[in-house]
């Protein structure tokens, strides 16, 4: 059917949204627009509900949705941005699913998308509003407006008396199979309007209380100015339902918008819900409790019913829906007014939890046992983003004091009018009362890391092998040092170490791989490796950009630091917590290490990073009465393995680079040099050259920094055997000839053997 509208003289925008709205199949017919002096504009529209043959004959479906349904779309003054309000007729069925809250008498307005209207608008125009609506409509005719996929709609509420303030996950976990009532503390604000009424707003904490007629008096308070606001202590009551006869757990299938005004409606509620018991056993034990209780004011007593619904509550994996009210109880008697008493709908609100943060966050990891080494500002931004995860730090590791200047760049922030006492104290418990404050558990541990590592108790305490890993972000050497380190006998989760160069241009983000191979020095020596060919990498980190510089942080105090704007700091601790939050959502390798290297954009504003996999490293023992060892990068094994295969029947070798740990008692092999030209390769031996030998050296270890060096020697047997004699007197004669320690490797078909060649 064509629906005619005339459009001579009109607005154009006016104009333009008639022709739409009589262009949709479903419109039946359409009013005449009016126009405010304010330029908002509204216009009657008559729907076609497709409605079953069965209830055409009646004009309505049983629940009252007509075959027709007159609407008004009215349109604000920005009509070309902001959608129309949709208001259905004044006696539409408000007990309906998916209304929008408001006052009974106003018209209903239904909530035909869950999400902003004015963003259907722009996607897909007035005419996806009207195929909304009449989806709607049809749905709500049928009775499924309530979608299990999407899940169970919680009961509309027109009017709330405040809100109150409670971890939904713990509410629940009360609940059992049998009906039953807990009370918890209830810490209240109540605000006071001119005219008397007031809404009440407040906390509910975790933790069970008892109630009692001894205790009774104590669990009360209230301060405060009584015309203007007043605040204090009272009980919150959580009742839930239980079985029915049969076994059943009791459901509350019925959609029932909100009709709670006092007591009696309360109880009326609570039975259909299955609670009424379970709320009468809690009121009863309460009056008992109060009996012997002249209350001087009143207090208001929050009542919980928790409703199990046939499926998921919208926004949650959980049926059972938190419905809160408030009573006053007092003065006078507990409930002096009796079913009379007035009752009001109270809204609710999320505590800060990590479930909470999580769902925020998108996160779809289970919170995870980490720690934190490092609470200075590269540690402080990493812990609160992945704590604003649902995932903080359980111990936090740092032996220094927040200091004023640290405000320049550290995550916590100074209150306006602070004391600079405040920001004197320890880091690590600073930046736990931060984690605390969203919910978690954390610990501070103010104590020297280096000094914990060394004791296997202390250790295995603090950071238990099941723990996730330990993210070390400290710019440590010594740290770094002792994490690579530890004694034999003391067994660590995997270490991560987030790190800065050159003044904010580059971030290095380590994680060992399994069984700490490769290990957290492994890695570094492993970054120095990629970052040394790398040509601007290597300029920009080993040409006297990573110097910290000393600056005033009172008179005659100073502090040694990487100057950089928060900002910059800011980029890389986000980027390493993204990439950390990952890991947790997943898993660490499972078969390397990670070595991910992020560079500053040449104009500042950005960080392009590369994900390597380190593979794990050969690790070899040291012949001889010190327990020193080597550990070979599978480049520089690949290097030797390649160099056996070129130079068959005979014995050949070549120059090792890397680092050297005197902590760690460890030799960190990551390159190979070629054997000189003038080099000397036999079936019975091999005689490294010295031609250019010193030149080659020199150019390696000044392109890393001098952060990798030479490390000695190596060369093959073609049997698989041990060192010679020969081999012991060279190990002899270098450690007359260097100071530091030196290691010649041997490759054989077996493996490797080692000697150490140190004047010691």
């Not at 007043?230 to 509350?252: F, H, N």
């Not at 039975?271 to 207090?299: E, I, M, Q």
């Not at 983003?385 to 936090?396: F, Y």
């Amino acid at each position: 059917m064509e629906v005619k509208v005339t459009i001579h003289g009109k607005n154009r925008t006016i104009a333009r949204a008639l022709r739409i709205i009589a262009a949709h199949p479903n419109v039946n017919d359409i009013g005449t627009e009016t126009v405010s002096e304010s330029g908002r504009w509204w216009v009657d529209v008559n729907i076609r509900v497709g409605l079953p043959n069965a209830w055409i004959a009646d004009g309505s479906s049983p629940n009252g949705v007509r075959a027709i349904e007159p609407i008004t779309l009215l349109f604000p003054t920005c009509a070309s941005l902001r959608a129309p309000a949709i208001l259905l007729r004044a006696d539409f069925n408000r007990s309906l699913a998916h209304v929008q809250p408001g006052d009974p008498g106003d018209r209903p307005e239904p909530c035909i998308i869950d999400g902003r209207l004015s963003e259907l608008l722009h996607q897909q125009g007035l005419a996806g509003i009207l195929n909304q609506l009449v989806l709607w409509l049809e749905n709500a005719a049928l009775g499924k407006l309530i979608d299990p996929k999407q899940g169970w709609e919680p009961v509309r509420r027109d009017d709330v008396a405040g809100f109150v303030v409670a971890d939904a996950s713990v509410l629940r976990e009360r609940v059992s199979r049998d009906a039953g009532f807990a009370m918890c503390q209830f810490d209240y604000l109540i605000s006071i309007d001119g005219d008397g009424t007031h809404s009440v707003f407040g906390h509910i904490g975790k933790d069970k209380i008892t109630a009692n007629p001894e205790t009774f008096g104590r669990l009360l308070s209230a301060s405060g100015d009584a015309e203007k606001f007043r605040y204090g202590k009272s009980i919150a009551v959580i009742v839930w339902p239980g079985r029915t006869a049969s076994g059943e757990l009791v459901v509350a299938g019925n959609y029932q918008p909100e009709t709670v005004t006092n007591f009696e409606t309360l109880r009326g509620r609570a039975a259909a819900y299955g609670v009424d018991r379970p709320l009468a056993d809690a009121v009863n034990w309460l009056k008992k409790c109060a009996a012997d209780y002249t209350l001087k004011r009143s207090y208001p007593v929050v009542f919980i019913l928790c409703a199990r619904r046939p499926f998921h509550i919208i926004g949650t994996s959980s049926s059972l829906e938190i419905c809160p009210y408030v009573m006053d109880i007092g003065p006078g008697a507990f409930m002096a007014q009796g079913d009379s008493t007035p009752v009001q709908s109270i809204g609710h609100r999320h505590a800060i939890s990590a479930d909470l943060l999580r769902t925020m966050s998108g996160s779809s990891s289970a919170s995870l046992s980490w720690g934190l080494i490092g609470a200075g500002s590269l540690g402080s931004k990493i812990a609160l983003h992945l704590t604003r995860t649902g995932n903080g730090p359980a111990i936090v590791v740092d032996p220094g004091f927040l200091s004023p200047h640290n405000a320049a760049r550290h995550a916590l922030i100074p209150n306006a009018g602070y004391s600079g006492l405040r920001w004197i104290g320890s880091k690590a418990e600073a930046l736990v009362e931060a984690v605390q404050g969203f919910g978690q558990t954390s610990t501070a541990l103010d104590k020297d890391v280096v000094t914990i590592l060394q004791d296997r108790e202390v250790a295995g305490r603090h950071f238990p092998k099941k723990m996730w890993g330990l993210i070390n972000t400290t710019a440590s050497l010594m740290v770094r040092e002792a994490l690579g380190s530890v004694p034999p006998n003391v067994i660590l989760p995997r270490v991560v170490e987030a790190s800065l160069f050159a003044n904010g241009q580059l971030g290095l983000l380590t994680a060992e791989g399994p069984e700490r191979n490769p290990n957290t020095l492994d890695l570094i020596a492993e970054a120095y490796a990629r970052i040394r060919v790398d040509e601007h990498l290597g300029t920009v980190v080993f040409s006297g950009g990573d110097t910290l510089v000393r600056r005033a942080i009172g008179e005659g105090c100073g502090s040694a630091t990487m100057v950089m704007p928060d900002t910059r700091l800011s980029l890389f601790g986000a980027s390493m917590a993204e990439a950390i939050s990952q890991m947790q959502g997943s898993e660490l390798p499972l078969n390397a290490g990670r070595l991910l290297i992020g560079r500053l954009s040449s104009d500042g504003f950005g960080l392009s990073w590369t994900d390597n996999a380190i593979p794990p490293v050969t690790i070899v023992s040291i012949e001889g009465p010190d327990t020193w060892s080597v550990r070979i990068s599978r480049r520089a094994a690949e290097a030797m393995e390649a160099d056996v295969t070129r130079w068959p029947g005979v014995e050949t070798g070549g120059i090792l680079m890397g680092r050297m740990s005197e902590a760690a008692r460890t030799f960190y092999v990551t390159d190979v040099l070629p054997a000189p030209s003038d080099s000397v390769r036999s079936a019975h031996e091999f005689v490294l050259g010295v031609t250019g030998a010193r030149r080659v050296i020199s150019n390696f270890a000044e392109s890393a920094g001098y952060s990798l060096f030479c490390l000695g020697t190596w060369h093959s047997h073609l049997e698989p055997l041990g060192p010679s004699g020969l081999d012991h007197r060279t190990a002899d004669a270098v450690a007359l000839a260097r100071l530091a320690p030196s290691i010649l490797l041997i490759h054989t078909e077996a493996g490797y053997k080692a000697l150490l060649a140190d004047a010691d």
